[in-house]
């Protein structure tokens, strides 16, 4: 079992910055990956970024250039920088942990809302 918990979100204005957290308890040796996934009311869940275990990361091109995933494994945390932010990125933004076993069920947090308006 894998407990996750996000922390971070707030207002913030065009332009500006936050950096959001993932707390991970649990059997974290049996993760492969870490995403970052965002919703928008309306819309559905979009996958954001994603860091493996090797540390490979991938993003979507809507934040490409903009948005950090990283992680400190002493601290069990992953973090999402996000940077040079847009009314089009306000959502609530969950973390989700993939486990290395195709047939276990994927972990995910509560989320956290992040909004960005003047």
């Known amino acids: 079992q894998v407990q996750l918990v996000e922390s971070g979100g707030g207002l913030v204005q065009p332009g500006g910055s936050l950096r959001l957290s993932c707390a991970a308890s649990?059997?974290?040796?049996?993760?492969?990956?870490m995403n970052w996934h965002r919703q928008a009311p309306g819309n559905k869940r979009e996958l954001v970024a994603t860091i493996t275990s090797g540390g490979s990361t991938n993003y979507a091109d809507s934040v490409k250039g903009r948005f950090t995933i990283s992680r400190d494994n002493a601290k069990n945390t992953v973090y999402l920088q996000m940077n040079g932010l847009k009314p089009e990125d306000t959502a609530v933004y969950y973390c989700?942990?993939?486990?290395?076993?195709?047939?276990?069920?994927?972990?995910w947090g509560q989320g956290t809302q992040v909004t960005v308006s003047s």
């Open positions: 989700n942990a993939v486990p290395s076993d195709p047939v276990e069920n994927h972990y």
């Open positions: 649990g059997n974290m040796r049996s993760i492969y990956a």
